[in-house]
């Protein structure tokens, strides 16, 4: 079972050179729990991902980790509590899919320590978990993109750390494989009791999967709380510009956007027939 961390914001601004994508932001991420930040392109979702995970320096503000500047910690410290999954990641030309899943453990590596047992089950374990163990003697470069996602979520995995922050961690990926790495998630909150912290496009997906929601727009939080106080027809107004009906997830019970577009006459086969 991991250890609960306070991760919050405390006035945070963030953005990129001079321009100012989020100002005077102030949360606390539930410890133990899966939160998912939604939002519109350009909102800020992936910005505030990058900021609490000391990728981008604030503008202003602080980003705290149990009450310590993320900013301010040591490297190796703050990656053996908070590993990251980001948007695009990169890896060298021609790395296999086990060496790949175990630069993950490096965090956990000191100076002059050896690769150890424990090392080999830590990356056993997350080949299992994503799926992955019949390519772990491949090239990422010849997989495609659904499996190397997969096999990057593994590397996040193998880290084991006691929050994971994950930057759209379902794209490229067909409907089915976005709803097996999203149980997978599930199941590694239930189990260990790892915080997920994950930006996520698909509202619904969003919804169903998550405790608690951060809706960003605007230069700041919209709306925060469990799915149902947060994904409302006005918020959905408010931050994606769209209209909708919120009606009720028949397999989970959750909240459940269906958009409200030009062509939105439903005819019965009466009206057409006339």
């Known amino acids: 079972m ?26 606390t991420v539930p410890a133990g729990k ?49 590993g990251l999954l980001p948007q695009s990641p990169i890896a060298p030309e021609g790395i296999a899919v086990a060496d790949l899943v175990g630069r993950g453990r490096h965090p956990h590596q000191g100076l002059f320590s050896r690769w150890s047992a424990e090392d080999d089950s830590a990356v056993a374990r997350a080949l299992s978990a994503t ?24 590397m996040a995995l193998a880290q084991e750390t006691d929050l994971l922050l994950l930057d759209e961690p379902t794209t490229f990926l067909d409907v089915a494989h976005q709803i097996e790495v999203l149980d997978l998630l599930v199941d590694l909150n239930t189990a260990q009791g790892t915080t997920i912290i994950m930006v996520l496009h698909d509202l619904n997906l969003a ?39 919120i009606v009720s997830d028949p397999v989970s019970q959750t909240p459940c956007m269906v958009p409200i577009g030009r062509h939105k006459t439903v005819h019965s086969h009466k009206d057409a027939a006339a």
């Open 2 to 27: 991991t250890h609960d961390h306070r991760l919050e914001t405390r006035n945070l601004g963030a953005g990129y050179e001079k321009r100012i994508i989020l100002e005077d932001v102030s949360l």
């Open 207 to 245: 919804a169903r999967y998550a405790d608690h929601l951060i809706a960003v727009g605007d230069g700041g939080i919209r709306a925060e709380g469990p799915p149902a106080d947060v994904l409302t027809e006005e918020m959905v107004k408010t931050v994606f510009g769209l209209s909708c009906r």
């Open 34 to 82: 899966i939160t998912a930040i939604v939002g519109g392109n350009a909102s800020g979702k992936s910005t505030l991902l990058r900021t609490l995970a000391r990728i981008l320096q604030p503008k202003s503000g602080a980003v705290l980790l149990d009450g310590q500047s993320v900013h301010r910690m040591k490297s190796r410290k703050l990656a053996q509590v908070m």
């Open 131 to 154: 799926g992955t163990e019949e390519l772990a003697e491949r090239d990422l470069d010849t997989l495609s993109g659904g499996q190397r996602q997969r096999v990057w979520i593994a």
